[in-house]
């Protein structure tokens, strides 16, 4: 029988740590079940320690999740692992993920530790951790870069004390593909407990090469857990995507001999719901789930591909999840097929009301749009899962006046708690002037980083426009996402649910890579 190896999702830890993607409780455990039923075996759901929004995000995805193994990260100290267990009560199966840095650098610079410390600090935390829980993971921070032979001396200290997965991070992304095989060979083959635990690569992909860097620690270095993110979300230039990793594994497997649990006709539904949640647009050429990954436009390829199809293409785009754009519902369906939609769509409301309050608007939306895609539920159902004490600000209407020649004018009505305001503003366009009006009321004196539109559905202008529009304030970034057919709506409802971010959200202490 080949090996099965892990599959490891850290978009909600690592992934939520890139600028602007911080997501919302509700939010979190919508992405958690769809990663349940991509069959991740992992699911890193955050840093329990690192705030009670983070907590809380943790405990409400244990308490959900019954398939995959819900993991918390930690530092390497008593309380961040104690929190993390606590966290994780619920869970079916819980992995408390504790980590400390061991490069000279992070060690001298960062932690300022002689290496000694770290290492007694590291032993002492997998001991103390591992009388919480079962499933203990642990990563030298900054792994890749550490003496090699001080790293085989933590490694095999934390196996004494019982950790179970042992992840060595390419922290920063520096690796190349065959050197950082060859690393983990050497340190599988040096440590001498090293059969007890199970090996994990982690990487970074500052120079583009996370997917190669991981896929090499599988194939040279014996690595069995790949850890990853959904579109490769996270610090700086991300982290090794999950649908490429797991699509070479499967499309090679020739080569790979080994075998993963994802059921891959999900990927492209969690790649739209990650994208949709974060507001991080999907590169149109991104392998697998970008737009274009399975269009031919070359008449050549085209003909070939009507010829025979394994011509041009290695994968079916049907089983990673790409299905036609179909026409699901019309203004003429009634609640109970737009129930039964969103079942088979994964989306499950909290209560009859909130399913109630979805109904409304996707009625509303049928009035103004004659054909209504799954994407349109997604994002509409999207909205309606932000649950009434997070929306401190809600859109109620808008009317615009533009006209060539004239400066545009806006008029906005929301709500602010339990007030209405209706203001007014001028802008350089209908959308800046509606913006502008909101802003004249609340005063955030945010600073916009980004204002991106896209269509929801591809094919024509009767799609819904879905802007996303980044907000930084007092040293956060927020992204909120807002969708409607017309984009000056969209984008007041995207700047307010921003400012809601911005509202509800506890500072939290910031992860490592
Ligand atoms: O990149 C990194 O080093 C990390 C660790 C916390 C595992 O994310
Ligand atoms: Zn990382």
């Known amino acids: 029988m080949a090996d099965k190896l892990i599959i490891f999702d850290t978009t909600l830890r690592d992934g939520e740590q890139s600028p602007g993607a911080s997501m919302t409780r509700d939010e ?16 890193e759901a955050g840093f329990a320690a690192s705030s009670n929004g983070d907590f809380e995000a943790v405990k409400l995805i244990a308490d959900n999740i019954r398939e995959s193994t819900v993991c918390s990260l930690a530092r390497a100290n008593d309380r961040d692992i104690a929190r993390a267990a606590e966290a994780l009560k619920g869970a079916a199966q819980a992995r408390i993920h504790t980590f400390i840095a061991t490069s000279a650098l992070h060690m001298e610079k960062k932690l300022r530790m002689t290496p000694d410390q770290v290492l007694e600090q590291a032993r002492q935390s997998v001991r103390f951790a591992r009388n919480l829980c079962g499933d203990i993971e642990f990563s030298p921070e900054d792994g890749y870069r550490s003496d090699v032979d001080f790293l085989c001396r933590v490694l095999e200290a934390v196996i004494d004390e019982g950790a179970t997965t042992l992840n060595i991070p390419d922290t920063v992304g520096y690796a190349i593909p065959e050197l950082y095989g060859d690393f983990i060979r050497t340190l599988r083959e040096r440590v001498p407990n090293s059969d007890k635990a199970i090996w994990s690569v982690h990487c970074h992909n500052d120079l583009g090469m996370a997917v190669a860097n991981s896929l090499a620690g599988v194939k040279i270095g014996g690595a069995r857990q790949i850890e990853c993110t959904i579109n490769g979300l996270g610090e700086r230039a991300g982290n090794c995507a999950l649908e490429e990793v797991v699509m070479a594994l499967r499309t090679r497997r020739d080569y790979f001999g080994l075998d993963v649990g994802i059921d891959a ?14 507001g991080f647009v999907v590169q149109p050429n ?7 990954a399975f269009a031919h436009a070359s008449g050549i390829h085209q003909d070939g591909v009507l010829k025979a199809r394994d011509t041009y293409e290695i994968m079916r785009a049907e089983d990673v999840g790409w299905s036609a754009n179909k026409i699901v519902l019309g203004k003429l369906s009634g609640r109970n097929a737009f129930k039964q939609r969103l079942q ?5 409301l909290a209560s009859e009301a909130e399913v109630n309050a979805a109904f409304a608007r996707f009625k509303d939306l049928a009035d103004r749009k004659s054909e209504i895609f799954d994407e349109d539920i997604i994002a509409l159902v999207g909205d309606e899962s932000v649950s009434a004490e997070q929306e401190h600000f809600r859109f109620l209407s808008l009317s615009q006046r533009s006209e060539t020649g004239e400066r545009p004018h806006a008029r906005v009505t929301f709500s602010v708690g339990a007030s209405e305001f209706t203001t ?12 502008k009006a909101i802003e004249s009321q609340v005063q955030s004196g945010a600073e916009m980083l980004l204002y991106s539109v896209n269509a929801i559905t591809s094919g024509s202008t009767e799609s819904q426009g879905e802007v996303t529009v980044r907000l930084q304030h007092g040293g956060r970034v927020v992204n909120g996402v807002g969708a409607d057919p017309d984009i000056v709506i969209a984008s007041a409802k995207a700047y307010l649910s921003a400012l809601n971010k911005l509202h509800g959200n ?8």
Request: charged share 25%; net charge positive; proline share 3%.
């Open 28 to 43: 979190k455990l919508r992405i958690a079940r769809q990663l349940e039923r991509l069959r991740v075996d992992v699911i």
């Open 265 to 278: 006709t999900q990927i492209v539904p969690a790649s739209r719901m990650v994208s949709q949640t974060t």
């Open 286 to 292: 991104k392998a697998v789930v970008g737009a274009n």
């Open 344 to 348: 088979e769509l994964g989306v499950s």
């Open 424 to 435: 007014e503003s001028d802008g350089n366009g209908p959308v800046d002037a509606s913006l």
């Open 506 to 513: 506890v500072d939290r202490v910031a992860a490592q890579g």
